[in-house]
């Protein structure tokens, strides 16, 4: 998939019951970088993120207007598989949470469920995908010990690989290091920096150091409403409203 932007979101507005928690939000996600979504607690970053695939209608009173496309496909459309919807857009959550399984099976749970079932493919995939969040070296000689057995840390990193072996276009992340000791989040940062060639990455942190680190393109939202975007060197040192730079150089939280 070619083109500049790989999510087109378009006067998008979410309401929790009465409560209006998104605002006409439109906005294009640039493909191939990473984009944080920051913001004060309860400014509808999470809400933002789980409208790209189609995670908030898991909840009852949800009422979602606008629309979403990834590439050209309209999200939202009649008919649309949502279960691909979510294999293209994966979700690594603020926790980890690895299937009660081996290492090995959780990797290959993914692609098994997409019709893989050659033993050599599978091994291949595992291996590959564990590679590519440096856990490979540290699990080769336990691949089909539980999965709970890990770290954290390790854990988190697992959970990652299982999204990247389904092959998603975008990786969704919800503040994915908050639960993670200091180190174990530097782990993750440098997977999102080594992907972020081959996948588009959406992160949302309320670390306003992590999105300096990482981000290329950043998402400020208030109170619902999406108040600036940019590219990161703007929004950090020449960010064009004065709630930015507030909320940028830490005046208001
Ligand atoms: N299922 C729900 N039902 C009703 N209100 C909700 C629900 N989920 C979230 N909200 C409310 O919607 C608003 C946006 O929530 P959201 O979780 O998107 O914010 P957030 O920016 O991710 O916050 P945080 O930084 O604390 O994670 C908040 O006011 C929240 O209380
Ligand atoms: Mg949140």
Same mark, same amino acid.
């Given at each position: 998939?070619?083109?500049?932007?790989?999510?087109?979101?378009?006067?998008?507005?979410?309401?929790?019951?009465?409560?209006?928690?998104?605002?006409?939000?439109?906005?294009?996600?640039?493909?191939?970088?990473?984009?944080?979504?920051?913001?004060?607690?309860?400014?509808?970053?999470?809400?933002?993120?789980?409208?790209?695939?189609?995670?908030?209608?898991?909840?009852?009173?949800?009422?979602?207007?606008?629309?979403?496309?990834?590439?050209?496909?309209?999200?939202?459309?009649?008919?649309?598989?949502?279960?691909?919807?979510?294999?293209?857009?994966?979700?690594?959550?603020?926790?980890?949470?690895?299937?009660?399984?081996?290492?090995?099976?959780?990797?290959?749970?993914?692609?098994?469920?997409?019709?893989?079932?050659?033993?050599?493919?599978?091994?291949?995939?595992?291996?590959?995908?564990?590679?590519?969040?440096?856990?490979?070296?540290?699990?080769?000689?336990?691949?089909?010990?539980?999965? +709970? *057995?890990?770290?954290?840390?390790? =854990?988190?990193?697992?959970?990652?690989? %299982?999204? &990247?072996?389904? /092959?998603?276009?975008?990786?969704?992340?919800?503040?994915?290091?908050?639960?993670?000791?200091?180190?174990?989040?530097?782990?993750?940062?440098?997977?999102?920096?080594?992907?972020?060639?081959?996948?588009?990455?959406?992160?949302?942190?309320?670390?306003?150091?992590?999105?300096?680190?990482?981000?290329?393109?950043?998402?400020?939202?208030?109170?619902?409403?999406? +108040? *600036?975007?940019?590219?990161?060197? =703007?929004?950090?040192?020449?960010?064009? %409203?004065? &709630?930015?730079? /507030?909320?940028?150089?830490?005046?208001?939280?």
């Amino acid at each position: 998939m070619t083109g500049e932007h790989v999510i087109h979101a378009r006067d998008l507005n979410v309401y929790y019951g009465q409560l209006h928690v998104l605002k006409d939000i439109t906005v294009a996600i640039p493909r191939s970088k990473i984009t944080a979504i920051i913001g004060p607690s309860g400014c509808g970053k999470s809400t933002l993120l789980r409208s790209f695939n189609r995670l908030l209608e898991t909840m009852d009173n949800v009422r979602l207007a606008g629309s979403v496309r990834l590439g050209p496909q309209d999200v939202y459309a009649p008919g649309v598989d949502v279960t691909l919807i979510r294999k293209k857009m994966g979700l690594l959550a603020q926790r980890p949470f690895p299937l009660p399984m081996s290492i090995y099976e959780n990797v290959a749970f993914g692609p098994r469920l997409h019709g893989i079932r050659n033993r050599r493919a599978l091994d291949r995939l595992v291996e590959d995908n564990l590679q590519l969040t440096g856990l490979w070296s540290e699990v080769r000689d336990r691949l089909h010990t539980p999965a +709970v *057995e890990l770290s954290i840390g390790q =854990q988190q990193r697992l959970c990652l690989a %299982r999204g &990247l072996a389904v /092959e998603p276009e975008v990786i969704l992340a919800d503040e994915p290091t908050s639960a993670l000791d200091p180190q174990s989040s530097r782990r993750i940062e440098e997977c999102f920096r080594h992907l972020k060639d081959r996948y588009s990455i959406v992160m949302v942190t309320h670390i306003l150091r992590q999105a300096r680190r990482l981000a290329d393109y950043i998402l400020f939202l208030y109170m619902g409403e999406l +108040v *600036e975007h940019g590219p990161a060197e =703007q929004m950090f040192n020449a960010p064009r %409203r004065e &709630l930015t730079r /507030e909320y940028v150089q830490g005046v208001i939280s």
